[in-house]
C-alpha cells in the first residue's frame, strides 16, 4: 500500500509541471501554425507566378 501512497504523490507533483507543459505546448502550436502559413502562401506565391509566367500575354 505504501507504493500506492508514494504514486499518488507523484502525479500531485506533476500535475503543477503540467501548466508549463501546456503553456510550452501550446506555444509550439502556434509557432508551428506560422510556419505552416509562412509554407503555404510561399507555395500559393510560386504557383501564381508559374500561372503568370505560362500566360499568354499575345492574345
Known amino acids: ?3 500506492k ?3 499518488e504523490l507523484e502525479d ?3 500535475t503543477d509541471d503540467a501548466d ?3 503553456e510550452a505546448a501550446a506555444e ?3 509557432t508551428n501554425l506560422t510556419k505552416r ?3 503555404d502562401n510561399y507555395l ?3 504557383r501564381l ?3 503568370l509566367s505560362d500566360y499568354d500575354f499575345d492574345l
Open 28 to 30: 509550439v502550436a502556434k
Open 20 to 22: 508549463d507543459s501546456v
Open 12 to 14: 500531485e507533483v506533476s
Open 44 to 46: 500559393e506565391e510560386r
Open 5 to 7: 501512497e508514494d504514486l
Open 49 to 51: 507566378q508559374r500561372q
Open 37 to 39: 502559413r509562412i509554407i
Open 1 to 3: 500500500m505504501a507504493d
